[in-house]
């Protein structure tokens, strides 16, 4: 097996091992979230139809196994990132940082003006790690249910 890391764009033949890979990395949230993270109704199938409706997969692997991956799409006129994983085996190897660095690059080929993600309020070291790369927060919003803010968005601009 190859040591080397290969970043490809996702496709729909992917798509049980990116859903096995983001059950895997959001595990450790599970029961921990309020309200329960979306990632944990991720399925195969419905990654295969969001990726057949346009939107994109980047994955990143060594050898056959999938280390990390994370699901893009066009919003706002900028490219939005979730669901960012990495395989609890392959953390601090910073696997999500070449993934957001990924996500960057593809916004550039797309010649959009920056790159938006979302990110939960208790996630205090995803935050953490989302600032250090140039995110910087443009708004709050609480989920569905929910009287206070749940979440920070946030963005980085390219250009």
Do not use: W
């Not at 080929?109 to 250090?132: A, C, E, H, K, W």
């Amino acid at each position: 097996m190859s040591d080397t890391l290969l970043l490809r764009a996702g496709t729909a033949a992917d798509a049980p091992a990116i859903a096995a890979t983001i059950a895997a990395s959001f595990a450790q949230y599970r029961g921990k979230l309020v309200p329960e993270s979306g990632a944990f109704r991720e399925t195969a199938e419905g990654i295969a139809r969001d990726l057949a409706k346009g939107a994109s997969a980047i994955v990143l692997e060594r050898g056959a196994e999938m280390l990390g991956c994370v699901l893009v799409e066009e919003m706002e006129g900028d490219l939005y990132f979730g669901r960012l994983s990495v395989l609890p085996s392959a953390r601090g190897l910073g696997l999500a940082k070449r993934l957001i660095l990924a996500v960057e690059a593809e916004a550039h080929r797309r010649s959009l003006p920056g790159v938006r993600l979302g990110v939960r309020i208790v996630l205090t070291d995803n935050q953490r790690l989302f600032n250090s790369l140039g995110y910087r927060e443009i708004s709050r919003e609480a989920h569905p249910g929910f009287d206070h803010p749940t979440s920070i968005n946030m963005r980085k601009a390219l250009r």
